[in-house]
């Protein structure tokens, strides 16, 4: 957005990241992880991400997500550049159009399910009253509304990583990425969170991101990378 609050002219992308690099020190030697990497998305796409363990797929993730930050490079969602934003500024645009979902779904332990997947409005300023039905909704919608009360440690793995995509899409976020979402969910558990993935795509028309290991998953999402070398490439081969 400018200064006016407006959006610039539409783009044919909602996040064109284009050579990003990150480096990292690990004791005396430098760790170059990304060399350039440049990954495209368009509203309502489903990708994937895949590569060896130690080849950048969270450090990916979390840049793009605006968690840490690239050595060089840009970032653009809907053409607005967030390497222009103060911390302020971005600190509120993370809550407002970015979701997260991690492995360990991140949870905060004192508090129920309803009020976790309320946590990005309540960050935003939003009245509690007016939240709580927006949250019951979602986790209505991801099938886990019976466990509104419960808190994290009372709730099954699949049950955790429901409510954490429920938190993920509280604020319609532009996009949803996903850090090996299944890596710690048995076989028939992680079918169905990628089946929700799936309806959340059709229906909602929501994005996602998704970094994995898992190669039926892969397998069934039509737009596919692999990073290798620190570099991403269109990956036709699955």
Do not use: W
Not at 57 to 84: F, M, Q, R
Not at 87 to 116: C, I, M, T, W
């Amino acid at each position: 957005m400018n200064k006016n609050g407006q959006r610039p002219a539409t783009t044919p992308y909602i996040l064109n990241a284009e050579s990003l690099f990150k480096s990292y020190l690990s004791g005396n030697e430098t760790l170059q992880v990304l060399k350039g990497s440049t990954i495209r998305l368009r509203q309502a796409e489903m990708a994937v991400i895949r590569g060896a363990s130690g080849t950048g797929k969270s450090t990916l993730l979390h840049i793009l997500a605006t968690l840490d930050k690239p050595d060089s490079g840009k970032i653009e969602y809907d053409g607005v550049d967030v390497k222009t934003m103060n911390h302020k500024a971005l600190a509120d645009f993370r809550n407002l159009h970015v979701g997260f979902v991690y492995q360990f779904h991140n949870l905060l332990p004192e508090f129920s399910a309803l009020e976790n997947v309320m946590m990005p409005g309540l960050i935003a300023g939003g009245k509690k009253e007016h939240l709580k039905q927006r949250a019951l909704d979602l986790l209505e919608r991801v099938g886990v509304s019976a466990r509104a009360d419960h808190r994290p440690n009372q709730l099954s793995g699949g049950e955790a990583q429901r409510v954490a995509v429920a938190r993920a899409l509280f604020n319609k976020p532009s996009i949803v990425y996903a850090d090996e979402p299944t890596g710690n969910l048995d076989h028939r558990t992680a079918e169905e969170l990628l089946e929700l993935f799936f309806e959340l795509n059709r229906e909602l028309g929501q994005t996602f991101l998704i970094a994995t290991h898992n190669e039926r998953m892969a397998g069934r999402i039509a737009r596919r990378f692999i990073i290798e070398n620190g570099l991403i490439l269109e990956d036709t081969c699955i």
